[in-house]
């Protein structure tokens, strides 16, 4: 006999059956952050490549800040073409 796919055999029963995500909150917080976050990674890329061997703080922790930057400013960016895609496709 097939099993079945649907989740009702692993459910805890705490949960919505109908449970979703904001997308409107989403919409706002990835359109608000990923202008941000790519500021900050220029902010600290440029003031990384101002700053000098002796000078606090070091040009390479200016560089890990402007690379964690960059990466949170790509999960904002695929996050809202991802809220975008399915405000389309859900109305």
Do not use: Q, Y
Request: charged share 20%.
């Amino acid at each position: 006999m097939r099993r079945t796919s649907t989740p009702h055999e692993w459910r805890s029963g705490s949960e919505p059956l109908t449970a979703r995500s904001d997308l409107r909150l989403r919409l706002l917080l990835s359109v608000l952050f990923t202008p941000l976050f790519a500021l900050m990674t220029a902010g600290f890329a440029l003031w990384s490549a101002a700053n000098g061997p002796g000078d606090v703080p070091s040009p390479a922790s200016l560089r890990t800040f402007a690379v964690v930057c960059g990466v949170l400013t790509l999960l904002a960016a695929v996050d809202l073409a991802v809220v975008v895609r399915r405000r389309r496709t859900e109305r």
